[in-house]
C-alpha cells in the first residue's frame, strides 16, 4: 500500500534520491500477472516492498488487543557496485506494536539493519523476512510472526482463509490518474491467528482475526500528496474491505480505492467516485500535540460504515528511526448501530512535522 | 574567646616581620598552584578522554578490539548471531591524515541502524533532518570539536590522505550527542571499508548482551571464538589504559609540585624559626606573666597555618589559573602528547581544592611546629635573662638518623612498580631529601673545619659563626638544599634524557632521507606500484621499508606498535640494549618495555598474533625505544610480508645513489603522489623536530625548576633579613670595634654565601643521588625505558656557583637595613 | 600573706639558697639587696613559680605551690603575681594599653572589657595621654611606668620588681621607684623589689639582705 511507502519515502529522503537518480528501479507496469507462490516472495529489483500484518486479539479472558506487525524492504540504490559486505544496498526495517486498552497507549518497538553479516535478509520465491531476531515467513501455507521488543513479545501464526485479494486491476494498483504513480499490491484478509504474546513477562495464549497486506513498487507518491487514509476491515459475514484515499494540504482526496473480498469468493474493485472518508471525533496526541480524526465515516458504493478505535492513543511515534508518526489502530466496523466486524486505521500526514519525501 | 583575645600578642607580630612571611607565602602560594594546576589539567583532560570514551562504548557491555591494521569482518556475522549477542556494532576506526595540515582526525566508519541501540551518542544528524545521508557514500559527520578544529561548516569538503591518495569527503552533518570534547567524524562503515583500502576489515566490534547475560562469562565464551590477537575488552579497559599512560607523567610533575611545596614548608620553618628565637625574651615574657606553655605552643602554630591556609587559597586561585593557561597554551597533557585530538574544559573540583588548601595549611603547620616546640619549652627565667637573642642552637643534626635515611632510600629503590607506579623511587627521593636535611648541620660543621681559619677579619667572622652557630646558616640552608637538589636532579636526568634520545635518533636514522605517507598510525600507507616507483625514483639508492602496526597481546594491556622493516641478523644498526642473541627461525626484536610489561627476554621464544594466527618468534635483542612506552616489537620486513601476505608499507629511509643530489631527489620523490600527500624529511630536519618536542614536553619541569630556585634563594633572603634585624646590635658593636661597614657587608656576603654553600653542596650531592634514583627507577618503572647517565658538569656548576653569589647578595641586601641603623643607638637599645 | 620556710636550691651540685624563711602581710612592700651572684634572682624565681626549690615551702594566701607543676604554676602567675622587669619587656606590636591589659586578656576578660581598669591604671602612672601610642615612642621611664601599670592591671597578690630602674636615668629610676612603692601599697598587695642599689631599696617599707648566710632584715 502507497501509505507505508510514504514512511519510507519521507525516511529516504535526498540520499535515496540523489544516488537513486543513478539506479535502474525496476516499474510498476500494468497487465502483469501476479504468480504464487513465487511473488509472496521479496523483489529486491524494486525500491520498496512490505509485509504488513494488523489485526484484533482475544486473551483468554476476552479482553481483545491490536497488534501490527511491519517489515520494509529498501533498495536504498546506494553502494549497488560497492564492493563492501557492509554496503547498504537493501535495508530491513520492522515496526511492531500491541494496542493494549488496559495500557491506554500502544506498546512499540522496531528493528532496522542493512542485510548482510546475518543480521538481516529477505528470501525469493517465498515470504521470509527477518532482522535479528524478529521474523516474517509463510511456511506450510501459515504465516508465521515473530517479535521481541523492550517490553512485549509475541510469536503468531496467521493461516489464510483464501487465495490472495488482489487490489487494483489484478495486483496493478494505481494511485494516482498517471500510471507510473502505481504498485504491485495484493492483501491476505480474514486470516485466523493463533499463538502467544508476551506482555509484561507474562505469556499468554492469544486467538483472533488479521490482515496482511504485500505490496512493491518504485515510484514515489504524486505531487501534492500530504497523507493518507487506509482501512483494511474484516467482516464477521465473511466478507472484507480494503480502502485507501490520497489526502493533499487541505485534507481533500486525491485518489481513492477499494477492494471488496465477497462473502461467497470473488472481488468488487470499486471506482475512485465510489469512495467517500468522512473524518468524525478528533483526538489530540498529548506528545506530538497532532490530532487525528479518530472516528470515520466511510462510504463504499452503497454501503456505509462508522469505524470507532479500540482507543484512542494509537499513535506510533518512530521519529527516531524512520523519522515520522502515524496513527496505526484498531477500529470496530459499525453500521446501522451494529457492530459488524473489525479491523485496523491507518492516518498519516497529520502532523506539522512530516516532512514530504 | 582565648583565641580571638589574644590574636594582637601573635598575628600582630606576623605582621611585624612582613618580608619573611611573604616569602613563606609565595613559596606555599607557588608548590600548591604547581600541584593544583598539574591536577586541574590532566583532571581536565582525564575526564575528556573518559567523557569522550564512554560516549564511544555507550551502551556497549564487551567490545571486541585487535591489531591496529583490524580483523576479519566475518568475525561480526559470527558475534552479530551469537546467542550471548543482543546487538553488535561494527566499527571500522582510521586515522585520517587532513591533507595540508600537520594533523589528523579519527574517523568512525559506523553501521548508524546498530548505533542507536549501542552507541546513540554517536548518531549523526544530517543538516536539513535527513536522516539517512549517512548511507550517502562520502558523507561525513563531524563532531562540534572537530568542525571547530577544523573550521568546516556542512557542505563543505574535507580533504584527507587515504593510502597515498586524497579523498574529499562532504561535510554531511554533525555528532549532536557526542559531546563537545572530542574531535572525531564518523560515516558509513562500507563507504568507509572502500575509501580507506579497508575492505573485508574491522578494527573493533561493540556488544550489547542479552538482558541477563553474565558480562564476565559471555567476554569468556566469545574470546574462545576470536583468533589471536582479537581481544574481548570491558569499555573501561581503554579508559585505563589512557589514565595509566599518562599516570606517570602525571605523578612526576605532581612529585615535582610537591617538592616546591616541601621548600615552602622549610621557608615557613626557617621564618618561624629565626622569628621564634628573635622573640625568645618575648615569649619568656608571656610565660612569666601567665600565658601557658600550651597556648604558646597553640599560638606560634597557628602563625604558620595562617600564612599556610592563605597560601593554600591563593594557591589554589592561581593554580587554576595556570591551569587554565596550560590548557589554552600546552593542551591537556601539557604538551607531552597523550591527549591528541581533546579539547578539554577546566571544571573547579572542590575536593582536589580543598586537599590543596589543606596541603598548603599542613606545610604551614609542619614548617611552625618545631620552632614552635622549642618556643614552648624555653625556661622562661633564663630566657628573660638571656643577652644574645640571635642565638639559635641548631645543634649538630641527627646524623646518624640522616645516615638511615639514605641507607633506607637506597633499600627502596629496590621495590618493584607497585600498579604500575614507581612508588619506591618516590619513597627513595623522599628519603634522601629528608636524609640530607638531616645530614645539614653535619655538612655544616664538616665546612666550617676544612674552610682556613685566616683572611681578612670578615672572612673569619664568617667561618668562626658558621662554626660556633651553625643553625642559622641551617636554617637559611634548608630552602635551598631541597631546590638545589630538585634543580640538580631535574637536570642530570633531562641531560641524560635529552642526551640518550639524541644518540637513539641518530642510530635510528642513518639513512639521507626519509619518506612516510602521513602519521604511523593513520591510514596512510604506500602500495606496492608506488614502493616500486619510490626504488626506481633516479638519485635514489637503496631503499628501506618499514610497515607500522599495532598488536594486541594481553586483555587490558594497550597494544604493542609492530615494526616490521629490514633488520639484520645481528641487529646491526639498532639501538640495542645488551648483545643480540642468534635465533633459529624468525627473530623478533623487542623494546624495553615489553621486558618490563610481559617479561620477555632475549632468546626466549614467544608467540606473536599475526595476520590472526600465533607465530612462534625467537626474541633476538632487546632495543632501546622512547617513542612507544606500552611496547614495540621489531621484526624483519621480509618475514613480516611472509607470515601475513601484506604487501603495504608506512614509510622509507632512502640511501641516496652516489653523487645524487639530496634536495633534488626529495622533490622528484615528493611528485610521486598528489601534493601534500608524501612527506620527505631529512634526519637533521627530524632530529630537530623530536628534540623540540622533547624541549617542549619538559618545558613545565624547568618551569618548576626555576620556581623552586627562586624559592630556595627567597629563603635565603628571607633568613638574612630576619638574622639581620636581630644581629642589629651585633652590628653595632662591631661598629665599635672599629669594623667599616664595607666589612661588616663583606662578613654578610660571606655568611650568606656560605649558609648558600652549605645547601649547595648538599643539594648538589642529594641532586646526584635523586637525579640517579629518577634515571635508574622511577623512569625506568614509569616509561619503561632506560638512558645512559650524562651530568651536565658546567651547567650544575654555573647554576651553583650562580646561587652562591645570588645568596651572598641577597645577604648584603638583607643586611644592609640593619647596617644603617646608627651603632652607638643599637648598642644602648635594649632591643 | 607570703610565707616562705626553708627554701633551698641548687644548681649542678653547688648551694645557691639555702634555708631562706621569710613572711610578709599583705600591703607590705621589702626590698631585697645584695651582692651579684648570692641568689637574688634565684630567690626572685622561686617566688615567682619561674623556677621549684629543692626543699622548703612557699605559700600565698596560704596555698603551697612550691611543688606545683607547670600548669598550675603558670595559673598562679597568671592570677596572684605581678612583673616588673629591668628590660621592661613591652609588647612592641600592641600599644600602650594593649601592652597594660595583656594580663588580664591572658586571665579571659575580653579585650573591650579590659581596656577600661588598664586605662584608670595608666592614668594612675600619669600615661593617661599616652594609652594609644606604640612603645617605640615611648622614653625608657615611661616604658617602665607602662610596665608598673601592667604589673597591677589584674590586682596581683604579690607584685615583683627585678631591677626595675636598672635601665633608667637616675631622675627617672627616683620617680618610677616611687611610682612603684605607691601603687603596691595602694593596691595592698605584697610587694617585692629585688636590687643592688641601697638608694632604690631605701624606697622599700623595709630592707633585707641577702647574703650566703641567709635572708637578714
Known sequence: MERRRFLLALALGAAGRSAMAAVDFAPVLPGRRLVFPADHGAHPDFRTEWWYATGWLNLPDGSPLGFQTTFFRVRTGVGEDSPSAFAPRQLILAHAAIADPRLGRLRHGERSARVGFGRAGFALGQTGVWVGDWRFALDGGRYRAEVHADDFAYALELQPAGPPLLNGQGGFSAKAADPRHASYYYSRPQLAVSGSVTLDGKQQPVRGKAWLDHEWSSELLPEGAKGWDWVGLNLDDGSALMAFRLRDGHGRALWAAATWQLAGGGARVMRPAEIAFTPGREWRSPRTAITYPVEWRLRVGEREFELRPLL?????????????????????????????????????????????? | MEWRRLAPVFLGSLARRRLATLFSLVAIVLGVALGMAVQAVHEAALSEFDRGLRNMAGAADLQVVGPRGGFDEQLYARLATHPDVAEASPVLEVE??????????????VDAFVLARVTPQLLPSAAGGDRFAIFAGDGVFLSHAAADRLGVKTGALLHVQAGSAELALKVAGD???????????????????????????????????????????????????????????????????????????????????????????????????LSVVRRRREFAFLRAVGLSRRTLFGWLVGEGAAVGLLGGVLGVAVGHGLAWGALALLGGDLGAGYFAGLAPRLQFQPLASAIYVLLGAVAGVAGAWLPAREAATVAPAQALKAGDEAALHGGRGHPLFGLALLAGGLVACAIPPVDGLPLGGYLAVACVLAGAVLLLPSIAALLARLLPGGGPVSARLAVARLAAAPGHAVVAAAGVLTSVALAAAMAIMVASFRDSVDQWLTQLLPADLYLRAGRAQSGSYLDEALQARIAA?????????????????????????????????????????????????????????????????????????????????????????????????MIDLDSYRRLTGDPLVNDAAIHLAPGADALRTAHALTALAGPGVLEVAFPGEIRAITLRIFDRTFAVTYLLEAVAVAIGLAGVAASFAALAAARRKEFGMLRHLGLTRRQIGWMLAQEGALAAGVGVLAGLLAGGAIGLVLIEVVNRQSFHWSMDLHVPWLSLLLFGGGLVALAALAAVLAGRQAMRQDAVLAVREDW | MLEIENLSRRFNGRTVLQNISLSLEPGEYVAVVGESGVGKSTLLNLIAGLDRPDSGRLRLDGEDYAQYDEDPLTRLRRDKLGFVFQAFHILPHLTVVQNVALPLWLQGVERDAAAGPARELLDAVGLGARAESWPRELSGGEMQRVAIARALVHAPRLVLADEPTGNLDPANATRVLALLAERIRAAGAIGILVTHSLEAAATADRILHLTAEGLRG
Open chain 1, 312 to 357: 484512542d492513543d494509537q499513535e506510533l511515534d518512530s521519529r527516531r528511526s524512520t523519522g515520522s508518526v502515524y496513527w496505526e489502530g484498531a477500529v470496530r466496523v459499525v453500521e446501522g448501530g451494529r457492530e459488524l466486524g473489525r479491523g485496523y486505521l491507518e492516518m498519516t500526514g497529520y502532523g506539522e512535522r512530516i516532512r514530504v519525501g
Open chain 2, 96 to 109: 585520517a591524515r587532513l591533507v595540508g595540515r600537520d594533523e589528523s582526525l579519527q574517523v568512525l566508519g
Open chain 2, 175 to 273: 555528532l549532536p550527542a557526542a559531546g563537545d570534547g572530542r574531535r572525531l567524524a564518523v560515516m558509513d562503515i562500507a563507504a568507509a571499508q572502500i575509501l580507506f583500502g579497508k575492505l573485508g576489515r574491522l578494527t573493533r566490534i561493540d556488544l550489547r548482551l542479552r538482558e541477563g547475560v553474565d558480562a564476565g562469562a559471555a567476554r569468556h565464551s566469545l574470546q574462545a571464538e576470536l583468533p589471536d590477537g582479537v581481544l574481548v575488552e570491558t569499555p573501561a579497559a581503554e579508559a585505563d589504559q589512557a589514565a595509566n599512560l599518562s599516570r606517570a607523567y602525571r605523578v612526576n610533575l605532581t612529585l615535582l609540585a610537591a617538592i616546591a611545596l616541601l621548600t615552602g614548608g622549610f621557608l615557613v620553618f626557617s621564618a618561624q624559626a
Open chain 2, 537 to 633: 625514483t633516479p638519485g635514489v639508492g637503496t631503499v628501506a621499508f618499514t610497515r607500522h602496526d599495532g598488536l594486541r597481546l594481553a586483555a587490558g594491556q594497550a597494544p604493542v606498535a609492530l615494526l616490521a622493516r629490514p633488520v639484520s641478523a645481528d641487529g646491526d644498526g639498532l639501538p640495542l640494549v645488551g648483545r643480540a642473541v642468534a635465533a633459529d627461525g624468525p627473530a623478533v626484536w623487542i623494546s624495553e618495555a615489553m621486558q618490563d610489561l610481559y617479561g620477555w627476554q632475549p632468546g626466549r621464544q614467544v608467540e606473536l598474533p599475526l595476520a590472526g594466527k600465533p607465530v612462534r618468534l625467537t626474541v633476538a635483542g632487546v632495543w632501546r625505544d622512547y617513542a612507544r612506552q606500552t611496547g614495540a616489537v
